[in-house]
């Protein structure tokens, strides 16, 4: 079976979340499908209708997004967009304070990665969940 470049982008940056997690003495997040297809969804639509913030331009916010999928729990978002890779995006997000706070929150049990490679792009999303 050949696995996409977005799923081995998507399994990269969980592998890298759950290394920084380790250093700083977090337990590992577990992959979450309902979330991975929560972000893979929402990359897709920033790609899609060119825009970059957490709010839609339907003004949905991720816990709004989160809720029409049927999902519960959810903690935090990280977006990012132009990083070519898993490796430059995680440094990306671990540079900025707030998303380096959500990669390392101990009350995190979960997480989805969704990643679109297009031009403008790639966009990215991580979504934590409890």
């Known amino acids: ?3 996409s470049r977005e ?3 998507e399994a990269q940056v ?3 979340v759950n290394d920084e997690r380790a250093k700083a ?3 590992p997040l577990a992959a979450n499908s309902s979330l991975t297809q929560l972000a893979e969804a929402f990359s897709d639509d920033m790609a899609a209708r060119g825009y970059f ?4 331009p339907d003004g949905r916010t991720p816990w709004n997004r989160a809720a029409a999928a049927g999902i519960t729990g959810l903690g935090a978002e990280n977006t ?3 990083q070519a890779d898993a490796a ?3 440094a990306a997000w671990m540079g900025s304070p707030g998303d380096r706070a959500n990669i390392l929150n101990g009350d995190f049990k979960t997480l989805g990665v969704g990643v679109h490679f297009g031009p403008g792009g790639p966009w990215w999303t991580q979504d934590f969940g409890y």
């Open 80 to 82: 990012a967009r132009g």
């Open 7 to 9: 799923a081995a982008a």
């Open 1 to 3: 079976m050949t696995v």
């Open 25 to 27: 003495g977090r337990s």
């Open 53 to 56: 913030d957490h709010t839609d």
């Open 14 to 16: 969980l592998k890298l």
């Open 88 to 90: 430059a995006v995680m």
